[in-house]
């Protein structure tokens, strides 16, 4: 009767403990929420120790490595000792490793500076069609303001489109200099993880 008394106090315990960690301070009228706890639920996106999610918090470039190597290869361990001395190395040299980023395009240097929306659909467009095996989808684009970006991006932020992983903005532009928040990014990955969940059953 005690054993059984016990493992009723541990499964209680267990299931506060994973209730609590679900539960960030800063999120409750954001209207990222639904995406935002969709992903912590999953595993792939964290609060702070806080208990935080700064929602409007800028994505820096190791972090949406972390972020979107997690999301596409949800059962790595990315244990890796890391030849790089910040925090993300295990997820950056995951990355060089299937060829998602050059090596030591993002180190020690660089990863806590901000990413682009350009930067983002070029890593994201890979990670999918490399990592998921979705089939390419290229079709031209209108947005106003796309102009400086590289053929590489426009091919990727292309197939972004086509998936539906990004939009563009009400006057026509997609702004590829412009940075992404922290609930810009859930969301693009709550896109991102479930059309590749939905494409692997």
Request: proline share 2%; net charge negative.
């Amino acid at each position: 009767m005690k054993k059984i008394i016990c493992g009723v106090l541990v499964v209680a315990i267990l299931c506060c403990g994973l209730s609590f960690a679900l539960t960030l301070t800063d999120i409750s009228n954001h209207w990222a929420k639904t995406y935002i706890e969709s992903l912590v639920s999953e595993g792939i996106i964290n609060g702070y120790e806080d208990g935080t999610f700064k929602p409007e918090g800028q994505i820096k470039k190791g972090e949406f490595i972390k972020l979107i190597m997690a999301a596409s290869l949800p059962d790595e361990q990315f244990n890796s000792i890391g030849k790089y001395v910040h925090w993300s190395s295990p997820y950056l040299e995951c990355a060089e490793d299937y060829n998602i980023i050059a090596k030591g395009s993002i180190n020690d240097s660089n990863a806590n500076d901000v990413i682009s929306r350009a930067e983002v659909v070029e890593i994201l467009g890979k990670c999918d069609i490399l990592l998921k095996g979705t089939t390419q989808d290229v079709s031209p684009l209108s947005f106003t303001d796309i102009g400086s970006i590289s053929d590489f991006q426009y091919v990727m932020l292309s197939h972004c489109v086509s998936y539906g992983y990004i939009t563009g903005y009400d006057d026509g532009s997609f702004k590829p200099d412009k940075t992404l928040t922290r609930a810009e990014v859930a969301t693009i990955l709550y896109r991102y993880y479930n059309h590749s969940n939905e494409v692997d059953l």
